[in-house]
């Protein structure tokens, strides 16, 4: 079964502070990772995929198979990064399912 | 930028009604997806669709659940029979294809809120 774990409801960090989102998953398969953010009022929307080894926002990921991780990461937060991330997993053999984890509200405080 | 759009934004309704939410995903899109989120919890994947099946649905997806492709536009999800803790935000997605290229991201429309009373 897939799982995705993000043990942080809410994380509050100072403007220019740096953010780490964390996100554990499990999963026997080869999983295909992946970063949601939703900004206020506004649609849920693929920040960054770990395939693509992008930053996006300033924001980073890595995967982390020994530690099956993919923490988000960002050295210095922007009022402007406050929203609800969301890590997601999805089996990268073609199954379309996506499976989330709970989600981290991130406010930052100016 | 090609959105995906649902309708209506909110709706109410008394327990036992059925109920229909309609999305348009994106054009030359593919692959289409219902996810839904109660309040206070997680998006939780509900059912996906290609070339006019299901193929794949969770456990949430049962009999009272349906979805369809009616006119090659519009793609809906229809709840039967309305049940109190059917009261949700319900998310459609679209994906151009599969794989691990670009094409299998999500593009989420702006979601249906429902609210079984």
Known sequence: AQRVTQPE?????????????????SYSGSPELFWYVQYSRQRLQLLLR????????????DLNKGETSFHL??????????????????????????????GTKLQVIP | EPEVTQTPSHQVTQMGQEVILRCVPISNHLYFYW???ILGQKVEFLVSFYNNEISEKSEIFDDQFSVERPDGSNFTLKIR???????AMYFCASSLGQGL?????????????????
Request: overall charge positive.
């Open chain 1, 73 to 102: 990461k960002k050295p210095f937060a922007q009022e402007e990064d406050s929203a609800m991330y969301y890590c997601a997993l999805r089996d990268s053999g073609g199954y379309q399912k996506v499976t989330f984890g709970t």
């Open chain 1, 50 to 61: 770990h395939i693509s080894r992008e930053s996006i926002k300033g924001f980073t990921a």
């Open chain 2, 81 to 87: 029979s309305t049940k109190l803790e059917d009261s």
């Open chain 1, 9 to 25: 409801k809410l994380l509050s960090v100072f403007k220019g502070a740096p953010v780490e989102l964390k996100c554990n998953y």
């Open chain 2, 101 to 117: 290229s670009g094409a299998n991201v999500l593009t989420f429309g702006a979601g249906s809120r429902l609210t079984v009373l």
């Open chain 2, 35 to 37: 996810y839904r989120q």
